[in-house]
């Protein structure tokens, strides 16, 4: 297959890449290389020392001999170069990473919500509209959250994407309903991956596009069996308080001696999947494609949950690490149960890779090679959810002030 990789230069996208490229699929990265830019605004880099993506892609090509294309786009801003792109290549497939992923950068300032939305529903809406107009059919692959469902407890397992539902009609009959499981987004970045899930609704329905959303989990890990081949194929990692998602920043954390970062009292349930398991999963969704008109195919692409304070002891366990349980910046339930159906990756034949204590501490050893690159003054996760929870004083767990009251 000729495969369009959206945002293919980042965490997922990269590893997904190398990936579909071994499997003998033709790769090309379209990418405005925005995150490189936020590191740079943020002021930090990513743990690996990460190449440029075209010094990755001859790196590649020097191990493998396969070519990995890459297009320069803004998808958010460049529509006719959009079009243009999706005119002259024609892929068979679309996999969509293109989005700004970090809902504490998302809740920083008025300014990163303006952009996070900009970013998220124009990359999203323009490329729906660009594939009806250039009548490409190719099948669009989008990495969307478990988040949209929202963390209350409801005392039921989450279905992958709809839920049945009963309505009374005008003639107090009980009539069957097939909704959208209800949306309920913790942050503006969940609710644009909300707003997608509307767009993808209607592009389907209104022009037969065929459309995966895949409902993913907080990604962990960092190595995939193409990014161990040579140490420039490295993929990113980010342990910051505003991209470092929970379990890769205890990792990383542990490894650096610094107590671990628990929000509140750690009660939040999360999905979780390794680096591995979600190419797994894109390829296999790749492989079972929807037809034109059919409603859009949507998995929950995880593999476990976990309570954070449970990985937290986990990995204080595991390395000796102090555990630090600081006030959340988050707007956020402090306890929350979930149970999340999977069944449809699985019966396509994925084997989870679980929580093994050898992945873990493959992590930790990636970390205490490139400990040097850390600046222990972007570990704390800072970004607060509402102007009240930023007035409150914090400490990191090193007991330097972060936030003053105002
Ligand atoms: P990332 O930030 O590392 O990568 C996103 C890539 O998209 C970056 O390379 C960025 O430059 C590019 N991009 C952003 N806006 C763009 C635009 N307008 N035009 C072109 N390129 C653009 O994120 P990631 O961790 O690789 O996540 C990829 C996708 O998977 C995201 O959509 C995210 O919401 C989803 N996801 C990630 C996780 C996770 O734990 N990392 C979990 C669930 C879902
Ligand atoms: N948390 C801590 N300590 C930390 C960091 C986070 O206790 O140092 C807590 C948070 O308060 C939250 C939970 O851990 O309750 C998860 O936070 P996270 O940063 O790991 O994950 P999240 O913000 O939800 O976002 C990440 C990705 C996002 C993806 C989402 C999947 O950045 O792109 O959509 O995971 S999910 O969580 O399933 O919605």
């Known amino acids: 297959m000729k495969i369009a990789v959206l945002g293919g230069d980042g965490f997922v996208g990269w590893p997904t890449v190398l990936h579909l490229s071994e499997a003998g699929h033709e790769v090309h990265v379209v990418d405005n290389l925005s995150r490189r830019w936020i590191d740079t605004e943020l002021g930090v ?4 020392p990460m190449d ?3 010094e990755r892609c001859r790196i590649w090509r020097e191990v493998t001999g396969r070519e990995i294309g890459f297009h320069l786009l803004d998808l958010a801003k460049e529509f006719e170069r959009l079009k243009s792109w999706l005119a002259e290549h024609a892929p068979d497939a679309v996999i969509h990473f293109a989005e700004q992923r970090a809902a504490p950068y998302s809740m920083k300032t008025d300014r990163h919500k303006v952009y996070t939305v900009d970013n998220n529903v124009n990359a999203t809406h323009n490329l729906l509209a660009a594939l009806v107009e250039t009548g490409i059919d190719a099948h669009l692959v989008h990495l969307g959250t478990m988040g949209v469902y929202g963390y209350s407890s409801v005392g039921a397992a989450i279905p992958e994407g709809y839920l049945d539902v009963e309505i009374e009609n005008l003639e107090g009959e009980k009539k069957g309903l097939e909704i959208l499981y209800p949306t309920r987004p913790g942050s503006v970045y969940h609710m644009t991956k909300s707003l997608d899930q509307i767009l993808f609704q209607f592009y389907a329905q209104n022009d037969g596009l065929r459309i995966t959303d895949l409902h993913q989990g907080i990604v962990w890990g960092t190595h995939t069996d193409q990014t161990r081949r040579h140490e420039q194929l490295i993929n990113r990692f980010d342990y910051d308080g505003d991209y470092g998602t929970v379990l890769n920043r205890f990792l990383i954390q542990a490894a650096i001696g610094y107590p671990l970062t628990v929000h509140g009292t750690g009660g939040q349930t999360r999905a979780f999947i390794h680096i591995q398991d979600s190419v797994r999963c894109i390829e296999l969704a790749l492989g079972d494609a929807p037809e034109a008109g059919d409603r859009v195919r949507i998995f929950n692409q995880m593999t476990e949950t976990h309570r954070v304070r449970d990985l937290a002891e986990l990995v204080a366990k595991m390395t000796d690490a102090e555990i630090a349980y600081l006030p959340n910046p988050r707007k956020e339930a402090a306890e929350n149960d979930l149970v999340v159906r999977n069944e449809q990756f699985l019966a396509l034949g994925l084997e989870p890779t679980t929580l093994a204590e050898g992945l873990l501490s493959e992590v930790v050893d990636v970390a205490k090679k490139y400990a040097h690159r850390i600046d222990r003054k972007r570990v ?27």
């Open 380 to 406: 704390p996760a800072v970004s607060a959810w509402t102007k009240d929870i930023a007035t409150r004083v914090e400490r990191d767990p090193e007991g330097k002030r972060l936030k003053s009251v105002s």
């Open 45 to 48: 880099q990513s743990l690996t």
């Open 52 to 54: 440029s993506i075209q």
